[in-house]
């Protein structure tokens, strides 16, 4: 079964940015046909969606990081990427990527830290 794998977060100072990468664990699934997420999870709360992007490219974003956080894929890499601009730190997470749809979500993987700190 598939997992995805994360990659790219670390300790930056707040106004700061980050790009993150995500990449499936076998060569079979396609990320650029998926309908792909963002997600995030800080100590003590509930995973939430951070943004999305559709099969067409339509992209959806979380209020809080609107102007801020921009999502995109490659084909050719097989890869998800999130932008992460203007950082603060209640961006602070553990931040994963999988698919919008809770039928095909792939089992949970490591995720990558992000924190945010002066």
């Known amino acids: 079964q598939v997992q995805f794998v994360e990659s790219g977060g670390g300790l930056v100072q707040p106004g700061g940015s980050l790009g993150l990468s995500c990449a499936p664990s076998n060569n079979i699934t396609r990320i650029y046909y998926r309908t792909m997420g963002w997600y995030r999870q800080a100590p003590e709360k509930q995973r939430e969606l951070v943004a999305s992007i559709t099969f067409g490219g339509i992209t959806n974003y979380l209020d809080s990081v609107k102007g801020r956080f921009t999502i995109s894929k490659a084909n050719a890499a097989n890869r998800l990427y999130l932008q992460m601009n203007n950082l603060k730190s209640e961006d602070t997470a553990v931040y994963h990527c999988?698919?919008?749809?809770?039928?095909?979500?792939?089992?949970w993987g490591q995720g990558t830290q992000v924190t945010v700190s002066s």
């Open positions: 999988n698919e919008v749809d809770n039928s095909s979500m792939a089992p």
